[in-house]
Antibody, heavy 119, light 110 residues
Framework: QVQLQESGPGLVKPSETLSLTCAVTGYSISSGYYWGWIRQPPGKGLEWIGSIYRGGSTYYNPSLKSRVIISVDTSKNQFSLKLNSVTAADTAVYYC????????????WGQGTMVTVSS | QSALTQPASVSGSPGQSITISCTGTSSDVGGYNYVSWYQQHPGKAPKFMISDVSKRPSGVSSRFSGSKSGNTASLTISGLQAEDEADYYCCSYAGSSTWVFGGGTKLTVL
């Protein structure tokens, strides 16, 4: 059974870099899933941030592409999100999620972690 | 890449059926049979309900069904139950390994 667990600071200062990690258990991160990040500002909808496939190729939401890096650490079976130059608009619950490469649906979700951007 | 369009809210009485629409473009909903739906209760992570427009994963009630016509996908919930009250989001693959979500629909069971 594949499980995902986000971790990282809950508070980030404006203009700094938001960094989160998603630990994957029950499945090899090098196998056939897109490992992705999705966020949800308070009271708002879901927004796909980006995904990484088979531990290598990365794909980003065009609206965030200039500020986002997603990477994988296969030795720890985890993947990470870095979002730089954050503002209050980046305050959100951040979810890691896995999308299978045969139905392109986000089958598996982490519990989410709230990140607040504030000085 | 614009968000898919969903109604902000829908409502129905227990036992009734409701349908939530999800409108995109030929670059996302209309271009691929990779529309998925998610249910989200307050304070919880989204739950995967439908993939490939109309396929239910194991464990999801048969009261939930999906369909698509052109650039619009739909989620129908039949035999409404109080526990169905939640937010619902559609999502479409948009090509080149990218995805786009709908704005979400709040379902109220009267």
């Amino acid at each position: 059974q594949v499980q995902l667990q986000e971790s990282g600071p809950g508070l980030v200062k404006p203009s700094e870099t938001l960094s989160l990690t998603c630990a994957v258990t029950g499945y090899s991160i090098s196998s056939g899933y897109y490992w992705g990040w999705i966020r949800q500002p308070p009271g708002k909808g879901l927004e796909w941030i980006g995904s990484i496939y088979r531990g290598g190729s990365t794909y980003y939401n065009p609206s965030l592409k200039s500020r986002v890096i997603i990477s994988v650490d296969t030795s720890k079976n985890q993947f990470s999100l870095k979002l730089n130059s954050v503002t209050a608009a980046d305050t959100a619950v951040y979810y890691c999620a896995a999308s299978s490469d045969y139905d392109m649906a986000f089958d598996i979700w982490g519990q989410g972690t709230m990140v607040t951007v504030s000085s | 890449q614009s968000a898919l369009t969903q109604p902000a809210s829908v409502s129905g009485s227990p036992g009734q059926s409701i349908t939530i629409s999800c409108t995109g473009t030929s670059s996302d909903v209309g271009g691929y049979n990779y529309v998925s739906w998610y249910q989200q209760h307050p304070g919880k992570a989204p739950k995967f309900m439908i993939s490939d427009v109309s396929k239910r994963p194991s464990g999801v009630s048969s009261r939930f069904s999906g369909s698509k016509s052109g650039n619009t996908a739909s989620l129908t919930i039949s035999g409404l139950q109080a526990e169905d009250e939640a937010d619902y989001y559609c999502c479409s693959y948009a090509g080149s390994s990218t995805w786009v979500f709908g704005g979400g629909t709040k379902l109220t069971v009267l």
